[in-house]
T-cell receptor, first 116, second 112 residues
């Protein structure tokens, strides 16, 4: 499977614990995105990278959230001191370079987080 | 601010009828508008997209229209089938960035 892959697919954690999600984009894609989706809502933008540079971070993202893409390949999204409101599906996506600003983004299957 | 509104939130149609989903966007400089289909528990998958230099695009039973003046675009599905039942999301690119803002989704039910 050469699509976007995410790990773990499901995570249940206790409030206050830290969690980390990993995303492996499609190999030739240099842009990588993190979105959050709650039930009945559309994907909400969190942050995105071009290669290893984090170009934008949503104002909705608190300081408890951090994302990295150290070598411009895979990315991690860490949530510290989780809260019940963090329960959601965290979607990773990647896109192809070289087509201007209207590049198609391809999503992974998502990582479901439940904070209890 | 950056916003995409999507209507209706739910839509039920009889099999074989047409379905139309509408979105409006706030950034007049948006130039790319994809539509995604998401089945329960699965990833959003691109079904069709349109760029700002065209007004309409068709792919078999699916079409998208764009009205830049009014800042709205629509998804049209003809001859609906039960397998078209899913949640559909529209999105718009944000000028000066590579990010996309999504609508809140439309749950389409095709009744056999």
């Amino acid at each position: 499977d050469t699509g976007v892959s995410q790990d773990p697919r499901h995570k249940i954690t206790k409030r206050g614990q830290n969690v980390t999600f990993r995303c492996d984009p499609i190999s030739e894609h240099n842009r990588l995105y993190w979105y959050r989706q709650t039930l009945g809502q559309g994907p909400e933008f969190l942050t995105y990278f071009q290669n290893e540079a984090q170009l934008e971070k949503s104002r909705l993202l608190s300081d408890r959230f951090s994302a990295e893409r150290p070598k411009g390949s895979f990315s991690t999204l860490e949530i510290q001191r989780t809260e019940q409101g963090d329960s959601a599906m965290y979607l990773c996506a990647s896109s192809t370079p070289g087509q201007g600003r209207g590049n198609t983004i391809y999503f992974g299957e998502g990582s479901w987080l439940t904070v209890v | 601010g950056e916003n995409v509104e999507q209507h209706p939130s739910t839509l039920s149609v009889q099999e074989g009828d047409s379905a139309v989903i509408k979105c409006t966007y706030s950034d007049s400089a948006s130039n790319y508008f994809p539509w995604y289909k998401q089945e329960l528990g699965k990833r959003p998958q691109l079904i069709i997209d349109i760029r700002s230099n065209v007004g309409e695009k068709k792919d078999q039973r699916i079409a998208v229209t764009l009205n830049k003046t009014a800042k709205h675009f629509s998804l049209h599905i003809t001859e609906t089938q039960p397998e078209d039942s899913a949640v559909y999301f529209c999105a718009a690119s944000i000028a000066g960035t590579y990010k996309y803002i999504f609508g809140t989704g439309t749950r389409l039910k095709v009744l056999a």
